[in-house]
């Protein structure tokens, strides 16, 4: 069995066909996984499963698209900036991948166990993502304008996608450095001419949700099979 670990973009792995054992931790990020006190509790919740579980034989991680698609562009929106800082953008990045392998290194678990899975590619629009950012505003009770994101100068799809990417590219050198297995998901859900996600993978059309399918749902049939089939050899 497969402990899995991450953020609500795990929740649907158990609708797979494979053995797993599902643990998701929604708004989780990788950038507090470090943190005792944090709001979702995650580090000592994650911590007391693999005390009270010895025998896991593989155990995955996937966090990271909270702090990808929501924390970066927050940060921003908080701070009254309209356009995305490429010099913070490059340090925040850094700082999240350090952070998670802080994480990483504190638990006493053999790492040859140890999985990191890349995050998805980004799945709201351009068209919707303003109004996405108003509602986690609202739902959060952040100190946010909506002029102010309104004039934010939010980077296109196609630029969310390559952001994302170099995110998991700092993953995967991490992860050569510390000799950890890295599984990436990411390029076999990219659409190899546009360069964003293959909407193929999708159970919705492009809106505002972040996730491949939505919750109770199943993934589609082509997202399945790519998935099934990575959790197959891993």
């Known amino acids: 069995m497969i402990y899995c670990f991450g953020d609500s973009h795990v929740r649907s792995y158990n609708t797979l066909n494979n053995t797993l054992a599902i643990y ?12 005792t006190k944090s709001t979702t509790n995650t580090n000592s919740h994650i911590k007391q499963i693999l005390h009270n579980n010895k025998g896991i034989s593989k155990i995955f991680f996937q966090f990271g698209q909270v702090d990808i698609d929501y924390i970066l562009y927050l940060k921003h929106l908080l701070n009254k900036y309209n356009v995305l800082n490429n010099t913070y953008l490059d340090e925040y990045l850094c700082m999240v991948v350090h952070n ?5 290194n504190s638990l006493e678990i053999d790492f040859s166990k140890i999985i990191i899975s890349s995050i998805n590619p980004p799945c709201i629009s351009d068209k919707h993502i303003q109004d996405t ?13 909506d002029s102010v994101i309104n004039e934010f100068n939010f980077p296109s799809l196609y630029e969310r996608t390559h952001i994302s990417l170099k995110f998991n590219n700092e993953l995967r050198r991490k992860c050569e450095l510390h000799n950890l297995k890295y599984c990436d998901i990411f390029n076999s859900l990219v659409n190899s001419q546009t360069q964003t996600i293959n909407t193929a993978c999708l159970t919705h059309e492009l809106n505002g949700d972040s996730h491949l ?6 993934f589609s ?3 399945a099979n790519i998935l099934n089939n990575i ?4």
């Open 213 to 218: 399918c939505y919750d109770n749902e199943n």
């Open 100 to 104: 998670y392998f802080e994480f990483i």
């Open 24 to 35: 998701s931790f929604t708004g989780a990020s990788a950038k507090g996984l470090n943190t």
């Open 133 to 145: 950012f108003k509602i986690l505003k609202n739902e959060y009770n952040y100190n946010i304008e």
């Open 231 to 234: 959790f197959d050899i891993i």
């Open 221 to 223: 049939p082509e997202c």
